[in-house]
C-alpha cells in the first residue's frame, strides 16, 4: 500500500520529521516518492534477526565484566 509521508506518520504514531529522518537513514521504501508500507515493514524484519544464542535455551552467552558491574542487591 502506497502512503504519503504524513499518512505514513499517521500510521505508525510518529511525527513527519520522524519519517525524513527514516528517509534519510534509507529504512522506508519509496515508490515515486510515496512509501511502500508493505515493503517497509516487510524490509524491517529482515533487518532484525534474534542471534541463535538468544533463541537457543542450551547455548550460553557471554556477559562482559562491565555489565555485571552493578546487581540489583548492590547498596548505592
Excluded at 505508525?12 to 537513514?25: D, F, H, L, M, N
Excluded at 529504512?27 to 532484525?48: M, P, S
Excluded at 544464542?53 to 552493578?70: C, L, Q, R
Amino acid at each position: 500500500m502506497l502512503m504519503t509521508k504524513a499518512a505514513y506518520a499517521r500510521h505508525k504514531g510518529v511525527s513527519r520529521q520522524t519519517v525524513y529522518e527514516w528517509i534519510a537513514r534509507e529504512e522506508l521504501v519509496l515508490v515515486g516518492g510515496k512509501i511502500d508500507a508493505g515493503a517497509t515493514d516487510q524490509k524491517a524484519t529482515r533487518q532484525f534477526v534474534i542471534p541463535d544464542a538468544w533463541a537457543d535455551e542450551d547455548k550460553k552467552v557471554n556477559i562482559s565484566p562491565g555489565a555485571t558491574m552493578f546487581s540489583r542487591d548492590d547498596d548505592y
